[in-house]
């Protein structure tokens, strides 16, 4: 099946906007919605950044971060590598440095590349099968993997195949791993090439979203034009020495994979209990189904008012049937904030004690 790309712009965050809307909630907000792991990667501001904050980024801070990031990802060399001020800047880059033709984005899935590519003058198409990404006439097929918010994830060897297709035709396959982290297993970055661009999110997974920073792996040909896209000095000098630091730590990144998937597990026995459904997910969120876009939508206004947790959800102007009563979760970190309302508990108690109060105040 297929139909024309989404126009619309609708995304996890927005805590502001909440804060406004509910203004006696109990504080600190927890903002479960965006699947940012809330034990980020630890650093010193003062020490780790040096003088990054006071000058323009030059080689000395680019280069060691695309060389920890090549190791990170396994990509071929650094030329491979684009660095952008976040994935979704990389998002809206990639389709000017790619011939113009027809793109096919596998969905439902993360809302940004459909109008990504039509703005940039290609034509898009969405479709649901896998199988139509190699119909007649496609030039980009567009996967993500894990896929957002369900997180379906597609064998390596499934995205192998559809690459090699993709470039007897003279295409390319674009696989966005934004949660990739989570299924290294499943990641084809170490293979991009000439017919393979893969896109990779830093702050979800170490935790520093506000950093902006993402990766395209890509041919150096591909990797170099959306550079220049972009233009330069595109990510910031301390986004670019704290990436460096991080990528390099992996006994941080072994420990954090463990931590995550624990702590998702957890969480589905969390979200069962309060009766809601699970749909899918990552080791950075999971996506449950509340049996109906009514209970969904006062289980939301429920825990933000009376709890201050902001989860996300999908409104009608962007939502197929079958999501209509979906909720994602993010996972809960394990500090207590001191704050007004909170009674000293961390995220996963506040969490339990506001599923628990919205089961009693919803219909099952």
Same mark, same amino acid.
């Given at each position: 099946?297929?139909?024309?790309?989404? =126009?619309?712009?609708?995304?996890? $965050?927005?805590?502001?906007?909440?804060?406004? @809307?509910?203004?006696?909630?109990? &504080?600190?907000?927890?903002?479960?919605?965006?699947?940012?792991?809330?034990?980020?990667?630890?650093?010193?501001?003062?020490?780790?950044?040096?003088?990054?904050?006071? @000058?323009?980024?030059?080689?000395?801070?680019?280069?060691?971060?695309?060389?920890?990031?090549?190791?990170?990802?396994?990509?071929?060399?650094?030329?491979?590598?684009?660095?952008?001020?976040?994935?979704?800047?990389?998002?809206? +880059?990639?389709?000017?440095?790619?011939?113009?033709?027809?793109?096919?984005?596998?969905?439902p899935t993360y809302n940004e590349h459909g109008p990504a590519w039509q703005r940039s003058g290609h034509t898009v198409c969405v479709v649901t099968d896998p199988a139509d990404l190699t119909a007649s006439g496609i030039d980009t097929a567009l996967v993500v993997n894990p896929n957002n918010p369900d997180g379906r994830l597609h064998a390596p060897d499934m995205l192998m195949d559809l690459a090699q297709v993709m470039a007897r035709r003279g295409g390319?396959?674009?696989?966005?791993?934004?949660?990739?982290?989570? =299924?290294?297993? %499943?990641?084809? %970055?170490?293979?991009? $090439?000439?017919? /393979?661009?893969? /896109?990779?999110?830093?702050? #979800?997974?170490?935790?520093?979203?506000?950093?902006?920073?993402?990766?395209?792996?890509?041919?150096?040909?591909?990797? +170099?034009?959306?550079?220049?896209?972009?233009?330069?000095?595109?990510?910031?000098?301390?986004?670019?020495?704290?990436?460096?630091?991080?990528?390099?730590?992996?006994?941080?990144?072994?420990?954090?994979?463990?931590?995550?998937?624990?702590?998702?597990?957890?969480?589905? &026995?969390?979200?069962?209990? +309060?009766?809601? #459904?699970?749909?899918?997910?990552?080791? /950075?969120?999971?996506?449950?189904?509340?049996?109906?876009?009514?209970?969904?939508?006062?289980?939301?206004?429920?825990? =933000? +008012? &009376?709890? $201050?947790?902001?989860?996300?959800?999908?409104?009608?102007?962007?939502?197929?049937?079958?999501?209509?009563?979906?909720?994602?979760?993010?996972?809960?970190?394990?500090?207590?904030?001191?704050?007004?309302?909170?009674?000293?508990?961390?995220?996963?108690?506040? /969490? =339990?004690?506001?599923?628990?109060?919205?089961?009693?105040?919803?219909?099952?």
């Amino acid at each position: 099946m297929t139909g024309t790309a989404p =126009a619309g712009r609708d995304h996890g $965050g927005g805590l502001t906007r909440m804060m406004a @809307r509910y203004p006696h909630a109990p &504080r600190p907000w927890i903002d479960l919605s965006t699947g940012i792991n809330r034990n980020p990667y630890p650093i010193d501001i003062a020490n780790d950044l040096a003088d990054a904050w006071t @000058r323009l980024p030059d080689d000395d801070l680019i280069r060691p971060c695309i060389a920890a990031a090549r190791r990170f990802y396994g990509a071929a060399s650094d030329d491979h590598l684009c660095l952008g001020p976040g994935s979704q800047a990389l998002i809206q +880059a990639l389709p000017f440095a790619v011939p113009r033709g027809r793109v096919a984005v596998l969905g439902p899935t993360y809302n940004e590349h459909g109008p990504a590519w039509q703005r940039s003058g290609h034509t898009v198409c969405v479709v649901t099968d896998p199988a139509d990404l190699t119909a007649s006439g496609i030039d980009t097929a567009l996967v993500v993997n894990p896929n957002n918010p369900d997180g379906r994830l597609h064998a390596p060897d499934m995205l192998m195949d559809l690459a090699q297709v993709m470039a007897r035709r003279g295409g390319r396959l674009v696989v966005d791993e934004a949660f990739g982290e989570t =299924a290294p297993a %499943a990641s084809v %970055a170490a293979s991009a $090439g000439p017919a /393979l661009i893969v /896109l990779r999110s830093f702050g #979800k997974f170490f935790g520093l979203a506000g950093l902006r920073l993402g990766v395209a792996i890509a041919d150096p040909a591909v990797a +170099a034009a959306m550079a220049d896209h972009l233009g330069p000095w595109a990510v910031s000098g301390p986004a670019l020495a704290v990436a460096a630091q991080a990528y390099g730590d992996a006994g941080w990144a072994a420990r954090t994979r463990d931590r995550l998937a624990s702590d998702a597990r957890r969480l589905d &026995r969390l979200l069962a209990g +309060a009766g809601l #459904k699970a749909v899918g997910g990552t080791d /950075l969120f999971r996506t449950v189904d509340a049996g109906s876009r009514a209970r969904a939508a006062t289980i939301l206004a429920h825990l =933000a +008012a &009376r709890h $201050g947790i902001l989860i996300r959800d999908w409104p009608a102007a962007v939502t197929i049937p079958e999501q209509a009563g979906w909720l994602r979760f993010g996972i809960p970190a394990h500090h207590v904030a001191d704050a007004i309302g909170t009674g000293g508990l961390d995220e996963w108690q506040r /969490l =339990a004690a506001a599923l628990a109060d919205a089961a009693m105040h919803t219909d099952g």
